[in-house]
Structures are given as structure tokens and as C-alpha cells.
Nanobody, 115 residues
Framework: QVQLVESGGGLVQPGGSLRLSCTAS????????MGWYRQAPGKQRELVAT???????NYADSVKGRFTISRDITKNTVSLQMNSLKPEDTAVYYC?????????WGQGTQVTVSS
């Protein structure tokens, strides 16, 4: 059974930084496609960043240059470093995994960017 547990969300002022972490069990992040998605109120869930088993990385245009996705294969975790945060980054952030045709989601963590 796959479990993804996010942590690190919270309230931050515009221009600030947060680091989200996703601890995975039941899968090996090194051989899976791992990603972060977000969903703002009244909007559809959208891709933020993904990292594939071959280490290729993809970012949404809206976060390029500000967010960095990484993984720690010793801890089996995936992280999202978010810098220069903007109010429009406010959303629930979800960790996602894909291995073969099997998708899993975490429960989400709230990120609020406000002064």
C-alpha cells in the first residue's frame, strides 16, 4: 500500500520561502515519477513540478526559477523548495507518485502567502 505524507506547509509573507516534504512508503521514489500539484479554491488541480526516475525535471511556467524539486533516495522523500512566494501560490499542495499505471496522492498541505 502506497502512502504519501506531506509536511511543511503554512503561512508566509510574499517574497518568503517554504520547503515542502513528502515522505513515501510502499514505493521507491528513485524508480517512480514523483510530483507536486496544487489546487487553489475554485480552480482545478494543476501540475507544479515533477521528477522522473531518470532525474529529468519539469516545472510549470509559473514557478520556473522560484521552485526546486528534489529527492533524497536515502530517506525516500521528495521535497519542493519554494522561494519568492507570491499570493497566487496560495493553494493546497499535493504530493503525487506514479509507478507503472498506479497513481497515488497525499492528503495535501496548505500553503498560504499573505501579508
Amino acid at each position: 500500500q502506497v502512502q504519501l505524507v506531506e509536511s511543511g506547509g503554512g503561512l508566509v509573507q510574499p517574497g518568503g520561502s517554504l520547503r515542502l516534504s513528502c515522505t513515501a512508503s510502499g514505493i521507491i521514489v528513485r524508480v517512480s515519477t514523483m510530483g507536486w500539484y496544487r489546487q487553489a479554491p475554485g480552480k482545478q488541480r494543476e501540475l507544479v513540478a515533477t521528477i522522473r526516475s531518470g532525474s529529468s525535471i519539469n516545472y510549470a511556467d509559473s514557478v520556473k526559477g522560484r521552485f526546486t524539486i528534489s529527492r533524497d533516495i536515502t530517506k525516500n522523500t521528495v521535497s519542493l523548495q519554494m522561494n519568492s512566494l507570491k499570493p497566487e501560490d496560495t493553494a493546497v499542495y499535493y504530493c503525487h507518485s506514479n509507478f507503472g499505471n498506479f497513481d497515488s496522492w497525499g492528503q495535501g498541505t496548505q500553503v498560504t502567502v499573505s501579508s
